[in-house]
């Protein structure tokens, strides 16, 4: 197993727990809307994005360093890009919901292969 795993492991499910967060609040977003909590909120996406960036690039940086594919970067920079992205539009538009969905999913898969490849 090599031992750079973990950051893979911890970065794919911070990109499930953010698909996750996206769809459930996407669905429940009309019955929670009176709510206004914390993680509904479009700060809990900027602080998802500060977690997630230096996470991806530590993973992927040492992923590609040891197989040498940089597919994985691309993928992973391409989904950091979208969940960036995000943070332009409106909170609860469905534009935020699709970037922010893209750019987990991309993300995702970038450690995914990532993990395989350094395996």
Request: charged content about 10%; glycine content about 16%; proline content about 1%.
């Amino acid at each position: 197993m090599n031992r750079g795993g973990w950051i893979d492991r911890s970065a794919m499910g911070l990109s499930g727990l953010c698909l996750v967060h996206c769809l459930a609040g996407s669905l429940l977003l009309a019955v929670l809307s009176a709510t206004g909590g914390l993680m509904w909120s479009h700060e809990v996406h900027m602080v998802g994005l500060l977690v997630a960036m230096p996470l991806a690039a530590v993973g992927l940086w040492r992923g590609v360093r040891r197989h040498g594919r940089w597919l994985v970067a691309a993928l992973g920079g391409m989904g950091l890009g979208f969940m960036a992205g995000a943070l332009f539009a409106a909170h609860g538009a469905t534009s935020e919901i699709f970037y922010t969905v893209l750019g987990v999913s991309l993300l995702g898969a970038a450690h995914l292969l990532n993990l395989r490849w350094s395996a």
